[in-house]
């Protein structure tokens, strides 16, 4: 097929009105590579939606997608590398061509921003930096273009002749072919209807159409898609019919993914009609620029040349990819590899053909795998959570802790805490850490371990930048700390000890003992204690003598009483601890009657005063029986209840041991008439609570008596008595205890049984 051509285009330099408006610095990069201009701008400053006018002195045109496929132009929005692409080919419609060595670009780019729009007129001009091929096609990616030289195709050309120099447009047609069918020829103007450029350059002949075109038609070169374009441009001028054959074939493989790597395919022969070259190079290159071989091996690019197929390899992970996070319910990351590859054919050691491919290639979605790790140092009563594996576009936003929502960044850091981990590899986490005190914190008993659990449910909310759907990651920890029983705080007051405890909401779990008694209200009741329990605390007075008290150190100045509160595990009524408070009491007089069957009395004698000096003399009924101890007119006694003469008086419910201080100026004269005032003192036990009662050796009682300081000037107070002399050699009679009825007897028959219980006054001073 023989044909010549020769065709110059005049351009004429458009005078423009410049706009005044300057991009900032940095913004905006502006590159000559080998066949096209590559302008940059940051979507910082462009906004998400720039666009872009091609300018020249036909006028403005805007530069939309199907424009773009058409003329020469491939916007791309890259996101995550934070700016807009725009690739001009050197032959776009719209750019100026000086013999084609020197290219000059004249755009506007507009950028709206806050509703408003400005317009910056920019230009770039390049030289040629490679000579051009005799046949060069790219395949970009939403085009493809075609240029052959003139010259080589026409090798009848005579110096500067222009016999056969055609007049564009009107001269030439075309005719697209496809497999068998072949179309109706059309002029050029109708093929530019149709989104067919043409165009003759100084030294080339130029076609470019978007893909998919009607005429276009796919196919399969060794399993390989292809897309071609078939043009045949004829001219016919009086003897001779000049023919260009122009055809662009590309492959159209979509790339794949496997094991890691990503994968491309093209065909060292495209279509048949291309006559098979010699040899083929390839070079791999990225974002529209080779890379140099020893780069591309280190990188892990490959191309393998299976028969007449050649697979291109790329570790998905490779520099010069990049990845993007996606959220669709869970999270996943895909990689993409904007390759540009270049398959250079040599023919008899020339460079005959240069092939370019602008291909982009995606991974499928791979999961992304985010974590969390338990961090948490339950010495440090703080839940510690990392959460790991973020990916760099994925930041966390909010998360809720136990359904409680906190937005980022944390406001309150006093009992929780956020910090960013940042890794050299790119990826990022958070450590979180809760104070097990926060109230966010949930708690629950544990009954077995005897323990408090502290549980946090953690929802994080993820969003990937930019991005769509927000991603959530859930995590539950729980810690379990040993918990300390209730304790009691204690005071001590003139005449009782008083007991608090706040309530914990766990404390349910234990039980209140008094001695081996559960305090509850009906206990107190029966024992005097004065008891409220409401929702906040538990207060506990216990007045003296009550039961449970255990005196120490009884003195005329006075004693100490202490009591002891027992906590027990309440399902095993283990005893766990125990709250002991001892408080010393000075009451003027007081009277105990203790569960071994010990009186004790401090008895304030006042009628005894100014006894001149005198040590008086005073003694219980036994008149051997004195005071273990006197001050003035205070004396202290004590003796076991059934001794020293006593008497007692045996009541359904109750036995009452009873005796008398008896106190004289004379100090010979024991019994006085002119006594007016008795003092008698009694111990009453419950008869319930009594072991062991008719024996000299031993008292027992489970409770302590309730005593008595009876002041009369009755001759007969108290209890009967039979005799007024007290009598030594103490006997008691048994038997007649059941009776019914109170009565009152001489004591004097041994008891029969001894029983004996280790239980009594300490200490007794004196004693
Ligand atoms: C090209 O841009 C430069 C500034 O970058 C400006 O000085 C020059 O006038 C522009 N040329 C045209 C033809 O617009
Ligand atoms: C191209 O063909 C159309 C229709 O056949 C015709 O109207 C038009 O004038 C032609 N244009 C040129 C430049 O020949
Ligand atoms: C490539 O992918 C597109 C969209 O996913 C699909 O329409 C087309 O058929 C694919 N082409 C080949 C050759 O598999
Ligand atoms: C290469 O081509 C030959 C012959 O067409 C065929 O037998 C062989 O299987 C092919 N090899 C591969 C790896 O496809
Ligand atoms: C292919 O190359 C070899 C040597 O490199 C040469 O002898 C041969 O003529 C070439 N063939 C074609 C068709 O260019
Ligand atoms: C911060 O938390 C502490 C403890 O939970 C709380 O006492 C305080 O009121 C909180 N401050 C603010 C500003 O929320
Ligand atoms: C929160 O972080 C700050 C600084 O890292 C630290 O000083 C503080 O103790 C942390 N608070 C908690 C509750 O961990
Ligand atoms: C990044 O580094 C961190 C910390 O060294 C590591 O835990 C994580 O697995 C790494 N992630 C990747 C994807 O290599
Ligand atoms: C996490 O929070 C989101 C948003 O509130 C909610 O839709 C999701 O159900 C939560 N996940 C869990 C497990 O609570
Ligand atoms: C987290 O760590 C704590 C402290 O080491 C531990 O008690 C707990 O069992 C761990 N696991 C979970 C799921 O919380
Ligand atoms: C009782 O007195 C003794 C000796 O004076 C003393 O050591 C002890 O602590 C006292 N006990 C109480 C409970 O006061
Ligand atoms: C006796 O009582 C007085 C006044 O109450 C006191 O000052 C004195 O110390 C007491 N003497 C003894 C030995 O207790």
């Given amino acids: 097929m023989a044909f010549c051509f020769r065709f110059g285009v005049l351009f004429l330099l458009s005078l423009r009105t410049a706009s005044t408006l300057d991009v900032p610095t940095g913004v905006l990069q502006m590159e000559c590579r080998e066949r096209y201009f590559m302008i940059a701008v940051g979507l910082s400053f462009a906004g998400d939606k720039p666009r872009f006018e091609a300018v020249d002195s036909t006028g403005v045109h805007a530069i939309t997608e199907e424009y773009a496929a058409e003329c020469g132009y491939t916007i791309s929005l890259l996101p995550v590398l934070g700016h807009v692409e725009l690739r001009a080919s050197y032959f776009s419609c719209h750019t100026n061509d000086a013999d084609d060595e020197v290219f000059t670009f004249n755009f506007n780019l507009i950028v709206t921003r806050g509703g408003k729009q400005a317009t910056y007129a920019l230009n770039k001009t390049c030289t040629l930096s490679l000579p051009w091929s005799p046949r060069e096609v790219t395949c970009e990616v939403n085009y493809m273009e075609v240029s052959v030289r003139s010259e080589a195709t026409c090798p009848y050309e005579e110096n500067g002749d222009s016999a056969f120099k055609p007049v564009l447009y009107s001269d030439w047609k075309v005719m697209f072919q496809r497999a068998e069918d072949q179309f109706l020829p059309m002029n050029l103007s109708e093929a530019r209807k149709l989104g067919y450029v043409f165009a003759l350059t100084d030294e080339r002949l130029v076609f470019r159409t978007p893909y998919e075109q009607p005429h276009s038609f796919s196919t399969e070169v060794n399993g390989v898609p292809v897309e071609v374009v078939h043009a045949v441009l004829f001219s016919r001028q009086s003897w001779v019919v000049l023919v260009v054959d122009l055809l662009a074939a590309c492959s159209m493989h979509n790339g794949s993914y496997d094991g890691g790597y990503m994968m491309w395919e093209t065909s060292e022969l495209l279509h048949s009609l291309v006559s098979p070259l010699n040899e083929t190079e390839v070079s791999i290159g990225v974002n529209g620029k080779l890379v140099e071989k020893k780069v591309a091996e280190e990188r892990g690019y490959t191309v393998e040349k299976i028969n007449t197929t050649l697979q291109v390899s790329i570790p998905y992970k490779a520099e010069g990819g990049y990845r993007k996070s996606f959220v669709s319910r869970d999270l996943y990351e895909y990689y993409v590899f904007r390759l540009y590859l270049e398959q250079i054919s040599v023919d008899e050691a020339e460079i005959a053909a240069r092939l370019r491919f602008h291909r982009i290639i995606v991974t499928p979605l791979l999961p992304c795998h985010i974590f969390t790790e338990n961090q948490t140092l339950l010495r440090e009563r703080a839940f510690t959570i990392y959460l790991g594996g973020v990916p760099e ?109 706040d309530h914990r909401p766990f404390d349910y779990f234990w039980e209140i003992a008094i001695g081996s008694d559960v305090l509850t209200s009906d206990l107190a009741n ?18 003296l003598f009550t039961n449970g008290y255990k005196y120490q150190n009884v003195t005329l100045k006075g004693f100490s009483g202490t009591f002891e509160i027992l906590v027990r595990v309440r399902e095993t009524s283990e005893v766990q601890t125990s709250t002991v408070k001892t408080c010393l009491f000075s009451p003027p007089e007081f009277i105990m009657c203790s569960t071994d069957g010990m009186m004790t009395v401090v008895a304030n004698l006042p009628l005894v005063v100014s006894s001149g000096g005198r040590t008086l003399r005073m003694s219980l009924m036994d008149n051997s029986c004195g005071p273990k101890d006197m001050n003035g007119t205070r004396a202290l006694f004590s003796f076991p209840v ?11 419910d109750y036995v009452t041991y009873q005796n008398e201080i008896f106190y004289n100026k004379n100090y010979q004269n024991m019994v006085s008439n002119d006594v007016t005032e008795r003092v008698i003192v009694q111990c009453t036990y419950p008869l319930s609570s009594l072991r062991q009662l008719f024996t000299m050796y031993r008292f027992v009682s489970d409770t302590v008596g309730v005593g008595k300081i009876i002041r009369t000037v009755q001759p007969t107070a108290g209890l009967q008595h039979p005799s007024r002399k007290p009598t030594a050699g103490l006997q008691s009679t048994p038997a007649i205890a059941r009776h019914a009825q109170p009565i009152a007897f001489v004591p004097g028959v041994r008891p029969s049984t001894r029983y004996f219980r280790v239980s009594r006054v300490h200490n007794l001073a004196g004693g």
């Fill in 526 to 543: 029966r024992r005097g204690y004065i008891m409220s329990n409401d929702s906040q605390s538990l207060q506990l007075d216990v007045p």
């Fill in 393 to 501: 576009d994925v930041v966390l936003v909010s998360i809720q802790l136990n359904g409680q929502e906190f937005t980022l960044p944390l406001s309150n850091m006093s009992t929780y805490n956020l910090t960013e981990v940042l890794h050299p590899n790119g990826t990022h986490g958070y450590t979180l850490t809760v104070l097990f005190d926060d109230p966010v914190v949930k708690l629950q008993f544990s009954r077995k371990a005897l323990a408090l659990q502290h549980i946090l449910n953690v929802n994080y909310t993820l969003a990937v930048q930019p991005g769509n759907e927000p991603y959530y990651h859930q995590t539950a920890v729980t810690a379990l700390t040993r918990v300390s029983p209730p304790a009691f705080d204690a005071n001590c007051s003139e005449s009782s000890i008083h007991f608090k405890l």
């Fill in 642 to 652: 059934n001794s020293c003469g006593f008497i007692f008086e045996l009541g359904k």
